[in-house]
């Protein structure tokens, strides 16, 4: 019979209990992954942070269309042109050879109207529109039908005023903006490759006054996005407009807005300042609400249709 071993004495503590030594390790291990989770959460939580912080600003950043300006109020641009395609909007009317858009884009220049002429022409607006103004934000006169914003309604200020007219409006004023539609329409049809005698001026031709007064019918609602060729003007195959009044010294807010697929881009106005493009639905576009001061301009458009076309406003 094999003489049986006698067991060892037991380590202090029993098995299960490791030694000094070991203690200390698992202590330190157990530390240093506490540790670990903290700082994972603390980064967890800052990147959460800057996560939000990115998307708020990214949300604001498409609410306001400010992606990318194509003019900014403090340069003098001569000649900036960008093409896009062209929609089918104009595959819906009838085409006119030579005229209507094959070339599709927008156009910035300051370089066509001098700052002086802008300020002639705005004081124009200011005498027109000191006859009547709308109850909200935004007053319109047309020279053309005589359309003049007053109240919440539109007068024709040639009948309401009679030959009061005459002393707030001279000839030479209608010889400028004679003088400045041709300059404009001259300068859209280089930029297009069209014939500029194939264009017509179309209704309506307006100036246009906003404020930040609060709007009280829906003509005083401009802020809206539109594609002028569908849904507001069918006429209208160039759409221009020369700006009166300078971003961030006359008025806050009020820039133009085209709302591009991924990218909006604005234009800041500028006095004397020309913006043009074709009038479908690759130019759709809004106006951002005017926070303070008065944002004045000029609408001029032009159509390839003659039935659509008109004569310039004349003093009668």
Known sequence: MAPQRRAGPKAAGGPSSPEPGRAVCVRRNRAHQESQKKSLKVAFLVSSAVLVSLLSWSYLVCEDGVTEVLAHYSESLRDRFIEVPC????????????????????????????????????????????????????????????ALSVGKHFVNLYRYFGNKIQEVFTEEDFQLYRDVRQRIQQTISQAFGISSSSMYLTKPTFFSRINSTEAKTTHDEYWHPHIDKVVTYGSFDYTSLLYLSDYTEDFGGGRFVFMDVGANKTVEPRAGRVSFFTSGSENLHRVEKVRWGTRYAITISFTCNPDHGIGDPVLT
């Open 87 to 146: 929609s089918e909007d104009y595959d819906s009317h009838k085409r006119f050879e030579g005229c209507t858009p094959r070339k599709c884009g927008r156009g910035i220049t300051d370089t066509v109207i001098t700052r002086e002429e802008a300020e002639r022409i705005r004081r124009i607006a200011e005498r027109g529109l000191s006859l009547g103004g709308s109850d909200g934000g935004a007053s319109i006169l047309d020279l053309y039908s005589g």
